[in-house]
């Protein structure tokens, strides 16, 4: 079932200042649908009058449920080539493919031949067997950290696997605008930059219908643009919070000011699973084939969301001092929080961000 809130209650990891200027006002939706990311979007904005932003509230409605619907990997859609769809002809035949599916994995490609490598959307066939494990013993109140009853991949099925992780097996033409899997055995998995990739498309989408001072926050990939109101009447850059992985009670651990731009994080405390008091997140190491256990939590602030979101897997899974080297490489800025809550940070994280 589909469902629409408006309200005017802030998503836990958007902190916005109190009130509206004397000529915008403010208006929040959060919208909880089964096509949307399988999370809830929120979207504020300051505005003149309702019925504007219920029209970029459309908007973006629309755009998510139409990039999920590409992006997907579990769900066949008709008359809808997608992530599915390609994955189901692996070894088969080319599949012709909308155009924003072309220019995603041409992206996650570019990226993953810049960066160490360590994100790789052809790990699907590993990606899957991790998720089978985490749905027979991701019951926190069944299989706690003391529990020794749950059980991880064996090493030998993982390196069996290995072979079907070719990303070059990954056929791109752009100018047939097909998608081929040479391998039969190999599927792609776009978890780890799909859902920030998205959120820069609409978002761009939103200014080129000249929306202004907006926020989205798609599950915790928070994408901003123009300002936020406060009581006073002027204005402020957005105050974004990042989540505190220890603490659920206390939702906001550090916070950036922005008026542009992206603010993504990677933790191991959405989806995980834990095995003799580890705790088994859902970022695999494209090289070892396992979780990493460096960090609790890694977020980038860039000013593009789809790079934001894939360098957070990226850096989550490298050590700090590679991790910093990527992110100058990027123009990114990243906040590291390792398991025992040390935080690390590159020099300008906590400057405000301005157009």
């Not at 589909?2 to 990891?13: A, D, H, Q």
């Not at 995980?272 to 695999?284: L, R, T």
Request: glycine fraction near 6%; charge should be negative; charged fraction near 25%.
């Amino acid at each position: 079932m589909k469902k629409i809130f408006y309200c005017t209650i802030p998503l836990l990891f958007l902190l916005l200042f109190s009130g509206c200027s004397s000529t915008k006002e403010k208006f929040t939706v959060h919208l909880i649908e089964d096509e949307m990311f399988d999370t809830v979007i929120q979207f504020i904005q300051y505005t003149e009058d309702e019925e504007e932003f219920e029209k970029n509230t459309e908007i973006l409605k629309n755009e998510f449920s139409y990039y999920h619907r590409l992006f997907d990997k579990y769900k066949d859609y008709p008359g809808v080539a997608n992530i599915k769809t390609i994955n189901d002809a692996a070894g088969k035949a080319p599949v012709p493919v909308e155009q924003p599916v072309i220019d995603l994995l041409l992206f996650a490609k570019e990226m993953h031949e810049k960066t160490e490598g360590k994100n790789n959307i052809a790990l699907g066939a590993v990606l899957k067997v991790w998720h089978n494990y985490r749905d027979m013993y991701g019951d926190p109140e069944e299989y706690d950290q003391d529990n020794t009853d749950s059980k991880i991949p064996d090493l030998n099925e993982l390196e069996a696997l290995r072979a079907h992780t070719d990303l070059s097996k990954l056929i791109i033409d752009d100018q047939s605008n097909t998608v081929y899997i040479e391998d039969p055995l190999m599927s792609i998995d776009v978890g780890g930059v799909a859902k920030g990739y998205a959120t820069e498309l609409v978002a761009k989408k939103l200014e080129a219908s000249d929306a202004t001072d907006f926020a989205v926050n798609a599950g915790g990939n928070v994408r901003v643009s123009g300002h936020s109101y406060g009581s006073d009447g002027k204005m402020r850059s957005w105050n974004t919070g990042i989540q505190d992985p220890f603490v659920s009670t206390n939702p906001s651990v550090a916070n950036i000011h922005i008026t542009s731009g992206s603010l993504v994080s990677s933790g191991n405390y959405q989806r995980y699973y834990w095995h003799d008091g580890k705790k088994y997140s859902h970022i695999i190491d494209n090289d070892t084939l396992y979780p990493a256990f460096l960090y609790a939590q890694v977020s980038i602030y860039h000013k593009d969301s789809g790079t934001a979101d894939y360098l957070s897997t990226e850096l989550f899974l490298l050590p700090v001092d590679e991790g910093r080297k990527l992110a100058e490489k990027f123009d990114a800025e990243v906040l590291w929080m390792e398991m025992d809550g040390t935080i690390h940070k590159t020099s300008d994280f906590f400057e405000i961000r301005e157009k």
